[in-house]
């Protein structure tokens, strides 16, 4: 009876959610891609009485696009990065806009070719903002300074997709801030 009940379940919860295959790595108008990963940057951290401060941070961080066009996809960035110091660790909250053009997807539409069903390689533009924490490690004035991560960048990227929804990416940027992060990428 268990199992018939676990069975009807899972098979209920299956039909609930349409089923869709894109045949494209960037789904276009109306995709939704989340990545999840982690990497190095150079966010600037601003403190008020921070001096000979490291910006190299490691940093985590999520990423969620939306299709708006055939080519292009709007939307968000949000992580944390984590700097050491020689007082201490910053700790920055970088949040901001993205938008990418991906001219993969567009090349294999114009020329009718394949290549663009598992790969999708993209450019975009990202900037924001957020707050930064200093922790210190020693007793000077600069423990509990707040101050603001800042960023602004270009960024070129490439996914690589194992099946319709789950794949890697890796990513590098330029700007104010320079940044290489890799991790999963999923497509819903």
Do not use: C
Not at 44 to 59: D, E
Not at 63 to 89: C, K, M, R
Not at 146 to 175: C, M, P
């Amino acid at each position: 009876m268990k199992k018939s009940l676990f069975i009807l379940a899972v098979t209920a919860i299956l039909l609930a959610f349409p089923q869709q295959s894109n045949a494209q790595a960037f789904g276009g108008k109306g995709s939704k891609t989340f990545l999840i990963g982690a990497g190095f940057s150079d966010y600037p951290n601003r403190y008020p009485n921070a001096s000979n401060h490291s910006h190299l941070a490691f940093n985590i961080g999520i990423q969620g696009e939306f299709g708006i066009h055939d080519y292009v996809g709007l939307g968000f960035t949000a992580g944390a990065t984590f700097s050491p110091a020689n007082w201490g660790t910053s700790v920055g909250i970088p949040i901001g806009m993205i938008g990418n053009f991906h001219f993969l997807q567009l090349i294999a539409d114009k020329t009718g070719g394949s290549f663009a069903e598992d790969m999708d390689v993209y450019g975009g533009l990202a900037f924001g903002g957020g707050p930064s924490f200093l922790s210190s490690i020693s007793h000077n004035n600069s423990n509990g300074d707040v101050g603001v991560t800042i960023f602004g960048e270009a960024h070129v990227g490439i996914r690589y997709y194992f099946s319709d929804k789950l794949g890697v990416f890796a990513e590098v940027g330029q700007g104010i801030s320079s940044r290489l992060q890799g991790g999963l990428a999923l497509k819903f």
